[in-house]
């Protein structure tokens, strides 16, 4: 006896371990043993096996037996079915008088192919040319010319809106509509249409409809 207490004194931590062990099998042991009492089954309970499926059922194939209330000829496969057809509701009838006759309608022509309606003709705007008189202008040779700017309404956009240059001497054309008549520092006479004249100021600007 004293062998084995001074070989477990010794050998204390085996001996602690051994002891854990012990003590950790026993719980498990009880909870396993609590676990199948609770389920009311037990290692030694036998179970009766399962009812096996019906795999075929004898109903499946009930539409390939012969049907009896049909006529002979007739092919059960096929959808037949009649369908009723909605009648007419019936007319009252009327009186012994005439029924009223229908209003006539006017009924719109369409034109004719070879006749076209009229279109009025559309009128042309009237030309305009914007004349300012900018003064003298003398060139390299020392002559003195009238310098004009014009805007000519039946030109492009830039001759609209920009206009254009002019240095001409006695007689000159501004747009081959008007003609320089005579010019000083202070103004200039120009010539349109038949016979007509328009004088313009140092730095004046007029409008000049041109008869075409």
């Known amino acids: 006896m004293k062998n084995v207490v001074e070989k477990l004194k010794q050998e204390w931590?085996?001996?602690?371990?051994?002891?854990?062990?012990?003590?950790?099998?026993?719980?498990?042991?009880f909870a396993a043993y609590n676990t199948l009492k609770d389920n009311g089954g037990s290692t030694g309970q036998?179970?009766?096996?399962?009812?096996?499926?019906?795999?075929?059922?004898t109903s499946t194939f009930s539409f390939v037996k012969?049907?009896?209330?049909?006529?002979?000829?007739?092919?059960?496969?096929?959808?037949?079915r009649q369908l009723t057809i909605p009648k007419a509701p019936e007319t009252p009838k009327q009186g012994g008088g005439t029924p009223p006759k229908q209003g006539g309608t006017a009924v719109a022509q369409p034109p004719k192919q070879g006749d076209k309606p009229s279109v009025p003709d559309k009128k042309?705007?009237?030309?305009?040319?914007?004349?300012?008189?900018?003064?003298?202008?003398?060139?390299?040779?020392?002559?003195?010319?009238a310098f004009i700017d014009a805007k000519n309404s039946k030109g492009n956009k830039q001759a609209q809106s920009v206009g254009r240059k002019f240095y001409l001497p006695a007689n000159g054309r501004v747009f081959n509509a008007?003609?320089?008549?005579?010019?000083?520092?202070?103004?200039v006479v120009l010539s349109y249409g038949k016979g007509k004249e328009v004088a313009l100021e140092l730095g004046k600007e007029k409008k000049v409809t041109i008869d075409e």
């Open 66 to 80: 012969p049907v009896k209330d049909l006529p002979p000829g007739v092919n059960p496969m096929v959808f037949r």
């Open 13 to 29: 931590e085996r001996a602690i371990l051994m002891a854990i062990a012990l003590l950790v099998l026993l719980v498990l042991l």
């Open 178 to 187: 008007m003609t320089v008549r005579s010019f000083d520092a202070q103004r």
């Open 46 to 57: 036998g179970s009766s096996l399962p009812a096996l499926p019906n795999y075929f059922d």
């Open 124 to 145: 042309e705007p009237p030309w305009v040319i914007t004349v300012k008189y900018r003064g003298l202008y003398k060139g390299i040779t020392g002559k003195e010319m």
